[in-house]
């Protein structure tokens, strides 16, 4: 296996405080259940409770240590070249209520900052979408003017704090970047003082809906509400088919330290390149933490530690200084047309909401989700309400996207043969990989540690079915249709699966399965 650079941590998780917040032991009633503890369920809890509802979290493993644990952490209404697209799909006053949506979620953040006293490293600084290539720079020239008229602080610039040239970019004023772990623990210890409640590893397995909801945890307690708030990243229960409009991407992140006056004093991203997002953090009194994202890819599709070398050399070819010292992986999923879907989860709830879709732009769509569903609930219409509105349906614009969608997760479903994630046996695999193999017929996903020692498990993902991929940098099962993703023992790490893979005996394993000497 190659020696990929920095230790395998998210900076986030390693720079900020645990929880442990007890599991659900018993049968609760509450006015709001909040089903997921990232920043969409935290903010949305706190703001219910904070208008004086009962609210609990529910979270499957540890609070803002999911997804939002291994972010970018930018926090911007600039999200790449979009508002170009936006006014073309949605019209002027779309882009608009889009912009004005999204700085709110920016500005808010200071805020409650600032009310609360929380020291979550919030550094106010422009953002960049940037192209090196001339070809590009009409296109981005176009979007800052789609930009501008939707309202928000843009230019077109060719100056950047970049250390190398870049052919043209869209400067935002005024955008901010923090540590959402810092910013959300803080959000949660006010909950707390509220009279609210968070239940870690406390998986959710069953939703009732009715008046009241009744939700079901894994350990088989009951909780009844009357709002369920759905905000697991990527939906755990398909009432509203939304698995046919949202597409998982994986990113990769590499992090280092770089002398403090080479910091570019912004946030960055382009699009070439299969993406590279850069920012920096607070480090030490000499040095910043660079942080740099991309290499997009979908999870369970393979070659992640040629990704992750490509992003390092990247990396130190462009911060000659640079020392990289961690690296980490996000998640998200993206709409067919763009826009996040917040708000009732299908047209037959009246008390069940959603918040998905946020399209690697978590930080300011998980404020904006949290605000916008504390007011459905309340009986309140923001002025982008209907924009997020997951029950939203244009089939002539998201036609083309759901049809490229679904056929790839046919091909998925049907079990195409990637080479790197298939063994004719169990004996090819070698140590510290897995490979799909059949095994009496049936398909086994069969990892071999590095004693040698393997662990076999059914190969169908438990959302629907689609075969598992092998993650050879992370050590992973990952399902390439809707992005589950599954430890090397079959545990679940990432929904929206909900169940294990089953354990597979193979010969000379006693029956029972799991790991044994090869």
Request: charge should be negative; charged fraction near 20%; proline fraction near 6%.
């Amino acid at each position: 296996m190659t020696q990929l650079p920095g230790s395998y941590e998210s900076y986030w998780m390693e720079s900020a405080a645990g929880t442990a917040h007890p599991a659900l032991a018993g049968d609760i009633e509450v006015d709001v259940a909040v089903v997921g503890g990232g920043i969409a369920g935290i903010c949305a809890a706190w703001e219910l409770a904070r208008a004086g509802r009962s609210v609990t979290v529910l979270e499957a493993d540890r609070v803002a240590a999911g997804v939002t644990g291994y972010t970018t952490a930018k926090l911007s209404s600039q999200h790449g070249l979009i508002y170009a697209k936006l006014r073309k799909s949605f019209g002027a006053d779309g882009a608009r209520l889009y912009a004005r949506s999204q700085q709110d979620a920016v500005e808010y953040v200071a805020e409650v900052a600032a009310e609360l006293g929380i020291d979550c490293e919030l550094e106010r600084l422009p953002s960049y979408a940037y192209v090196e290539s001339s070809e590009q720079v009409a296109q981005v020239e176009a979007e800052a003017e789609a930009a501008l008229e939707a309202g928000l602080p843009a230019s077109f610039v060719t100056a950047t704090g970049l250390p190398f040239p870049v052919a043209g970019a869209v400067r935002f004023e005024d955008q901010a970047q923090f540590h959402p772990r810092k910013y959300l623990l803080a959000l949660a210890a006010d909950l707390i003082g509220r009279g609210g409640r968070i239940h870690e590893r406390t998986r959710v397995v069953s939703l009732h809906e009715g008046e009241p909801c009744r939700l079901t945890t894994e350990a088989g307690a009951t909780v009844t509400a009357r709002d369920v708030v759905v905000a697991t990243h990527y939906p755990v229960f398909d009432r509203a088919m939304l698995f046919t409009r949202l597409e998982p991407s994986r990113e990769l992140v590499v992090a280092a330290t770089i002398p403090a006056g080479s910091d570019p004093r912004g946030t960055y991203l382009t699009q070439e390149q299969n993406t590279r997002s850069v920012r920096t953090a607070p480090y030490d009194a000499d040095r910043r933490l660079l942080i740099v994202t991309g290499e997009k890819f979908k999870p369970g599709t393979g070659e992640v530690t040629e990704r992750y070398e490509r992003l390092a050399a990247w990396t130190t070819e462009r911060f000659p200084d640079a020392t990289i010292t961690h690296r980490w992986a996000a998640q998200d999923n993206t709409t067919t047309d763009g826009v996040p879907y917040v708000g009732r989860f299908h047209p037959g709830t009246e008390h069940v909401y959603v918040a998905t879709g946020f399209g690697a732009w978590g930080m300011s769509n998980g404020v904006m989700s949290g605000r916008l569903i504390a007011a459905h609930i309340a009986g309140e219409e923001l002025p982008w309400s209907g924009l997020y509105d997951p029950r939203r349906l244009h089939p002539l614009r998201d036609a083309p996207s759901m049809l490229k969608l679904q056929g790839s997760v046919v091909k998925h479903f049907v079990g195409d043969r990637l080479p790197t994630s298939h063994a004719d046996s169990v004996d090819d695999i070698a140590p510290g990989t897995g490979a799909v193999v059949r095994v009496d017929g049936r398909r086994c996903a069969v990892y071999r540690a590095e004693d040698g020692s393997v662990q076999a498990v059914s190969a169908r993902c438990t959302h629907l079915g689609c075969l598992v991929h092998f993650n050879d940098a992370e050590r992973a099962w990952e399902c390439p249709c809707h992005g589950s993703r599954f430890a090397t023992d079959g545990s679940v790490v990432q929904g929206p699966a909900v169940r294990p893979l089953e354990p597979r005996p193979l010969a000379g394993d006693g029956g029972e399965g799991g790991a044994h000497p090869a």
